[in-house]
């Protein structure tokens, strides 16, 4: 469970399906603490995507 001082963020695979053409879609939910002084740039992480089965580049964006 998060604590009281974490907000949830969306991390969104940057990846591009090849029979489509279009992002995979492909997204993890994790926490982030707003008070640390280095989380004013958006988080970015090397994560697998079961879509492209690879690694990937996978960014934050704003949790709807």
Do not use: C, Q, W
């Amino acid at each position: 469970m998060a604590n009281r001082n974490s907000i949830y963020i969306k991390l969104e695979s940057t990846a591009i399906n090849p029979k489509t053409g279009r992002k995979t879609g492909f997204y993890y939910v994790t926490t982030k603490n707003p008070k640390s002084l280095n989380t004013t740039e958006k988080m970015s992480f090397n994560k697998y995507d079961p879509v492209v089965r690879k690694h990937v580049e996978f960014k934050e964006v704003k949790l709807k």
